[in-house]
Nanobody, 126 residues
Framework: QVQLVESGGRWVQPGGSLRLSCVFS????????VAWFCQVPGQEREFVSA????????AYADSVKGRFTISRDNAKNTVYLQMNSLKPDDTAVYSCAAAMGVITSSLRSGRAYDYWGQGTPVTVSS
């Protein structure tokens, strides 16, 4: 059974940086496309970033382009989200997701992913 466990979320001041981690277990990590989504309580979940399996193409939400970077280390079964120049609007719970065989046009859709972590909270405020 695939499991995902996120870490790295915390409080940070505007303009600061964080690196979120998501450890994958229960399958062959390199065979899975991975993504990060965020959600503010009472609002819909939003796409942040994704990376196709086998180190393929990446996608970013317009709101994070140029500030966030997704990466993966298949040897460590881990996907990362480097978050720079953080803004108060980035405050949310960030969750990672995984699925096999996600086509490029579906990378931004939560429905494309079969497995989800519990999330790690990020708070950006002064």
């Amino acid at each position: 059974q695939v499991q995902l466990v996120e870490s790295g979320g915390r409080w940070v001041q505007p303009g600061g940086s964080l690196r979120l981690s998501c450890v994958f277990s229960g399958g062959t990590f390199s065979s899975y496309s991975v993504a990060w989504f965020c959600q503010v309580p009472g609002q819909e979940r939003e796409f942040v970033s994704a990376m196709k399996r086998y180190g393929g193409s990446t996608a970013y939400a317009d709101s994070v382009k140029g500030r966030f970077t997704i990466s993966r280390d298949n040897a460590k079964n881990t996907v990362y989200l480097q978050m720079n120049s953080l803004k108060p609007d980035d405050t949310a719970v960030y969750s990672c997701a995984a699925a096999m065989g996600v086509i490029t046009s579906s990378l931004r859709s939560g429905r494309a992913y079969d497995y989800w972590g519990q999330g790690t909270p990020v708070t950006v405020s002064s």
